[in-house]
Nanobody
Framework: QVQLVESGGGLVQPGGTLRLSCAASGFNFSRYGASWFRQAPGKERDLVAAITGPVGITNYADSVKGRFTISRDNAKNMVYLQMSSLQPEDTAVYYC?????????WGRGTQVTVSS
């Protein structure tokens, strides 16, 4: 059974830094890409960053480019999102995502709140 479990969310001040983690299990992790989405109240769930499986090519939403970094550790079945220079508009529930064969899997999400 595929599982994705996020951790690392919390309350930070504007300009702060936070590192999110996603622990994956139940599939051959290194073969598949992974991504982070976020959803703010009243808004749709949007892609934040993505990373391919075997090659590790990354893509970012324009709103986070230069501030966020997605990475993975295939030996540990982990995906990370390093977030810096956080702003109030980054406040959202952040979800880890993976597509395994024909199915899409989501973590339960972790809350990130940026506020002074």
């Amino acid at each position: 059974q595929v599982q994705l479990v996020e951790s690392g969310g919390g309350l930070v001040q504007p300009g702060g830094t936070l590192r999110l983690s996603c622990a994956a299990s139940g599939f051959n992790f290194s073969r598949y890409g992974a991504s982070w989405f976020r959803q703010a109240p009243g808004k749709e769930r949007d892609l934040v960053a993505a990373i391919t499986g075997p090659v590790g090519i990354t893509n970012y939403a324009d709103s986070v480019k230069g501030r966020f970094t997605i990475s993975r550790d295939n030996a540990k079945n982990m995906v990370y999102l390093q977030m810096s220079s956080l702003q109030p508009e980054d406040t959202a529930v952040y979800y880890c995502h993976a597509r395994v064969n024909l199915r899409t899997y989501w973590g339960r999400g972790t809350q990130v709140t940026v506020s002074s």
